[in-house]
């Protein structure tokens, strides 16, 4: 089962921040959490990951709360082609397929 | 672009007929996983290859599923005697993991088989 849970849908202007939430409240001190997401008919995409400090790249922000129950992946300026699902995972330290699971993920509609 | 590819990338196959898929990693990555995704779901783990090893399988991985990796390279999926509840997106993904960096490498898709069995 995935150890995340995250909204199904949300809807975005065009031109502001997409602020996506996640929860992972039973997340351990090894386990990392990566954002992944999906356009349709391509594969899942990398955007991000982290272990307790907040990161950005040129793609997003990941905030993570202190406490690591929590994290929130930022897209700073959403455009169309930001429309996706958009998949939280926590997983456990080693690269084991198994530890990797995916939800169903949030359905983000840039308008 | 040198990112995983995947072929082919649609595949429309009658019942009870076989069929092999095949994923081209990144070339420096030592792991490879298969995964399986039906419409409206996210990603199924089905199994995964450190070089040329098949470390894990899922219970998903029917008998009638094999995964190669022969030299550690590419890797190939096959389904025999294919089914109407086979019919989904096969996808691969890799990753480069030696020491530490194992633990937190992320994994690369590609952009899948979709399978039609009709």
């Known amino acids: 089962d995935a150890k995340t849970t995250q909204p199904p849908s949300m809807d975005c202007a065009e031109g502001r921040a997409a602020n996506l939430p996640c929860n992972h409240s039973t997340i351990s001190g090894n386990e990392y959490v990566y954002w992944y997401r999906q356009i349709h008919s391509q594969g899942p995409q990398y955007i991000i990951h982290?272990?307790?400090n907040n990161e950005t790249n040129e793609m997003a922000s990941l905030i993570i709360t202190e406490d690591r129950k929590s994290s929130t992946l930022i897209l700073p300026h959403a455009t169309l082609r930001d429309t996706a699902v958009y998949y939280c995972i926590v997983r456990v330290g080693d690269n084991y397929g198994q530890n990797f699971v995916f939800g169903p993920g949030t359905r983000l509609s840039v308008l | 672009d040198t990112g995983v590819s995947q072929n082919p990338r649609h595949k429309i196959t009658k019942r009870g007929q076989n069929v092999t898929f095949r994923c081209d990693p990144i070339?420096?990555?030592?792991?490879l996983y298969w995964y399986r995704q039906t419409l409206g779901q996210g990603p199924e783990f089905l199994t995964y290859f450190q070089n040329e090893a098949q470390l894990e399988k899922s219970r998903l991985l029917s008998d009638r599923f094999s995964a190669e990796r022969p030299k550690g390279s590419f890797s190939t999926l096959e389904i025999q005697r294919t089914e109407q509840g086979d019919s989904a997106m096969y996808l691969c993904?890799?990753?480069?993991?030696?020491?530490?960096?194992?633990?937190?490498?992320?994994?690369?898709f590609g952009n899948g088989t979709r399978l039609t069995v009709t």
């Open positions: 070339s420096e990555h030592n792991r």
């Open positions: 982290g272990l307790k």
């Open positions: 993904a890799s990753s480069l993991a030696y020491g530490k960096s194992s633990y937190n490498s992320p994994l690369h």
